[in-house]
Each structure stands twice: as structure tokens, then as C-alpha cells.
């Protein structure tokens, strides 16, 4: 076991030394394979972000129920009643006009327009919390709902999430088909990053196998090799998302300053951090074993 | 220690190079094996070596038919044996001490006992003031015995050698045959490839004389072949 171990130190150390003594050729696969991966980890990072701004927004599912203008004090009351009474509701809160009014002033910063207005345009509204979020069961509520008399339009405010969460789900696929394509590209740029090695050391294999090399013992340089640049093509990865992200933000607080809301891109989390790092270190690795099992049995002592 | 039993190596293409050869070797035994270039030396060494295989017969190695061994046991039979190529098969990439550390590491020995056994197998075939030399700066008759010493540091109870003295001159050869004599003396079993007649009349020993792929005379003594 201790011996097994020392073998993986030296092979280790060896390896770093080649990377070492071929520093732009091993600086310039690394940056290919980083870039390829940054792709669709950056684009599955994207929509990460968005889907838990999404899910924040939706946490509190809502129907905005906007009465008729010509909805009387009785109507207002019996409303809010039958609506109290309904089993499908949790909660209800009611929205008189001139409060709406003072709200949209408040929050939207339209004060001058507002102030031109010679009447109150906006309508007498409940808020409506339903006790199941799910989606089916807040559309059933809506289209019951608009059938009561005296409303003149119920809407489900966190009908666009689900919307987005279509859109989301459809960019997932996207990642997942690019993640999938540049894996191949890394397969390959270390099956012929390896490919090239074990033809300029023939000799040493040739020898090696010689004096009583196993095949095992001869791989294994290749192969962690292949894993060494696959993890640093993953750190690479990592580090042009962090940065991009980090441009990105410095830009998109300007942008929602504007909008009077506050949203930064997050960096991945460490679980989906190590998981790049693992996956493109693994791909390495297979890219390595590859190349070795196509190319060694080929150099055969004479 | 090694005994072939009618042995036939025929490479693909029909040249045959080994033609019902049979012998046996005891262990500690020092043989020669004679015959000009092509009468199928190197081949004999190789099928022990199981760089090759026999078409027919039986070749055993410490117990071992060659014939029937598996891929994956061949090279835990190579680490028995000390090999030594005309050619020198040198690692030009890494200095004299790396040279012959490489068995070692491929056996998996620690550094420490690694490097003893290193700067002794230098200082039996007079390298050790060199190992930190490229072999490129190694004359012949060095680097010939850089090979033998990178044979040697695995301490092979048999050790097989392909025209050592091939490109050297009378004085490199007889040194070399020295220290090939002196492992005999310490019971290491030799098999030595040659026809360099001097070294036949210097030394004694029995010999395979091989002709054409056969093997036709087993002559013990001051070896006329």
C-alpha cells in the first residue's frame, strides 16, 4: 500500500516535470480545454441564476382579483366574504383604489403623471393567497373565479414563472446537448495530446518493457497526466466563469439601479465547482486511456 | 535454469531461424553461444527473454514454459532476468544514475535502497564517478557497461547477453568479460551471445555452436566453436 503510494507521488512529480519542460504547448491545451468547458458551465450558471430569481419571485403565489368599477360597498363586502368562505384560499387581503394609487406612486416613481390625472383610474382589487402553490390548482382558482359577477379580471401573478421555467428548461437541454459536444472536443484534445507523448518516448516503453515493466506501469504516467490537464482545463473553466461573472455584475448594477431592485450573478456553488473540477478531470483521464490502450500495444520490443 | 525442447521459431514471411534446437543449462552455469550473424543467436536470447514465441517446442526458464505464459506474467519473468543488448538500448533523456534506476522503480523500491543498489552496480562495471554524465558522453565500451550495470541492479539470478563486445575493441572486451566472469563466480547463470573469437579462446566455458537455425555442436572447453 505504502509502496503503491510512493509510485503515484513519483509518477506524479514526474508528470508536473513534463508539464514543466513543454510550457506552452501543456499552457495552450490546459486554455482549450478550459474554454470548452466554460461554455456550457457558464451557460448552465446563467440559468441557475435566473431560476432562483425566478423561484424567488414565485415563492408567494398570488392572484390579483380586480373588481368592477361599478362594484358597490355591498358587492366589495359580499365578495371579500364568499371569497373568505372558498376552501381552495388561505388568506385574503383587500386593495381599496386610492391605496393602489399611493402604492404605484410610491414604488414606480410616475408621481408627475399620477398627479395629472384628474381621477383615480385603477379599480378596488384582493389580493388572493391560495393554500396550495401549484400551479394546476391556482389556475383552477382563476377560472372559477372569473365567472363570479361584479369582477372584472382575475390574474395569476406567477403565471410568467412558469412560463420562464418552459424557457429554462428548454436552455437546460441546450447546455446539456453543448456539454455533451465539447466533451468529445476534450476526449480528443488529450487522445492526441497522449497519442503525441507515448510516440516520442517509444524508446523508453520499448526499454521499459524490457526489463519487466507491467502495462500498468507504463500507463500510468499517461493516464495522469491526461487527469492533471483535465483538472487544470476544469480550474481554467472555473476561473474564466468567476471572472465573466464578476465583469458581468460590475455592468448589471448599473442596470438594475435603474430598475430600483438589486440582482447579482452568483459564482457556482462549491458542490457544482467540485463536480466541473471532477467531471473535466474524469474526461481527461478517459481522453488519457484511450489514446494508451489504442497506442502502446502497438510498441512491442524487437 | 533454461532447456529447450525442440524448439522451431519461424518468423512470418517463412524464413525459419530455429531449427529443432535442443539444451539445457544448469544454473551457474557460464555458456556461449556461437554462430555467425543470422545463424538465429539473437532469436535463441529472445524466446527466453519471451520477446518472442516458438512456433514448436518447450521453453522453460526457471520452471516456467515460456510457451504457455500468459501476456500479463512476462514481464515478472523479465525482472528475473538481466538483459544486455548490442545496441545498449540507453535512455538518452536522463543521466547514468536514472539509466540504471529504472528497473528498480519499475519493481517499486524505495529511494533510499534504490539509490545503494544503484552506486553499487555503477561501481562493479567502474561507473560511479560518472553518474551524473548523459550516456551520450559515455565512450562505447561505457555505455556497454552502463547496460550491463542497469541489467545487473535488479540482482537477476540469470543474466543474457546479445554480442556484448561487438563494437569494441580487444582491451573494452576483456574487460567486460571480466566482469561477466565475476558474476559467474558469484553463481549468477550466463548465457553470452558472440563470435568474437578471442573471447572464445580467452575464456573457459562450454558453447552452443548454432549454424543456419540448428544447433550443431555442444563443445565444452577453450570453445573452438
Known sequence: MKNWLIQH????????????????????????????????????????????????????????????????????????????????????????????LVQLEQTTGLADV??????????????????????KALEALRDELQKWPKLEYVQLDSAWVHKLEALLKFGRLAALILAVLLSFALVTVTFNTIRLQILTRRDEIEVSRLIGATDSFIRRPFLHFGLLQGLLGGVTAWL??????????????????????????RPPAMGDSLTLLLFSACLGWLGAWLSVAQHLSQIEPR | MISFNQVNKRY??????????????????????????????????????????PNSGSVVVKGQNIAALKGSAIPYLRRNLGLIFQDHK????????????????????????????????LDKVGLLQREKSSPIALSGGEQQRLCIARAIVNRPSILLADEPTGNLD???????????????????????????????????????????????ASSTGSGQA
Do not use: W
Not at chain 2, 540507453?90 to 545503494?116: A, M, Q, T
Not at chain 2, 565475476?182 to 553463481?187: L, M, N, P, T
Not at chain 2, 568474437?196 to 573457459?204: P, S, T, V, Y
Open chain 2, 12 to 53: 512470418p514471411g517463412g524464413y525459419q531461424a530455429l531449427k529443432n534446437v535442443s539444451f539445457n543449462i544448469a544454473e551457474g552455469e557460464m555458456v556461449f553461444l556461437t554462430g555467425h550473424s543470422g545463424a538465429g543467436k539473437s532469436t535463441l536470447l529472445k524466446l527466453i527473454a519471451a520477446i518472442e514465441r
Open chain 2, 90 to 121: 540507453l535512455l538518452f533523456d536522463r543521466s547514468v544514475f536514472d539509466n540504471v534506476v529504472l528497473p528498480l522503480e519499475i519493481c517499486g523500491f524505495d529511494h533510499r535502497e534504490s539509490s545503494k543498489r544503484v552506486r553499487a552496480a
Open chain 1, 240 to 265: 474564466i466563469i468567476a471572472v465573466s461573472l464578476l465583469l458581468l455584475n460590475s455592468s448589471l448594477d448599473g442596470l438594475t439601479q435603474l430598475y430600483a431592485s438589486s440582482f447579482t450573478l
Open chain 1, 114 to 135: 399620477i398627479g395629472g390625472l384628474t381621477q383615480n383610474p385603477l379599480p378596488d382589487a384582493y389580493l388572493v393567497y391560495p393554500k396550495k402553490p401549484d400551479a
Open chain 2, 170 to 216: 580487444a582491451d573494452y572486451a576483456s574487460d567486460i568479460m571480466g566482469i561477466f566472469k565475476s558474476f559467474h563466480q558469484v553463481g549468477v547463470t550466463l548465457l553470452i551471445a558472440t563470435h568474437d573469437e578471442n573471447i572464445l579462446r580467452q575464456f573457459e566455458g562450454r558453447a552452443l555452436a548454432l549454424k543456419q537455425g540448428e544447433l550443431h
Open chain 1, 9 to 100: 507521488v513519483r509518477v506524479l512529480l514526474f508528470t508536473l516535470r513534463r508539464l514543466r519542460t513543454a510550457p506552452l504547448s501543456s499552457l495552450l491545451n490546459i486554455l482549450v480545454i478550459g474554454i470548452a468547458l466554460s461554455l456550457p458551465a457558464g451557460l448552465y450558471v446563467l440559468l441557475h441564476n435566473i431560476q432562483s430569481m425566478a423561484e424567488q419571485a414565485a415563492s408567494t403565489p398570488q392572484i390579483s382579483v380586480f373588481l368592477s368599477m361599478d362594484a358597490s360597498a355591498d358587492d366589495i363586502a359580499r365578495i371579500g366574504k364568499q371569497l373568505n368562505q372558498h376552501q381552495a384560499i388561505g388568506r385574503i387581503e383587500f386593495v381599496p383604489r386610492d391605496r393602489a
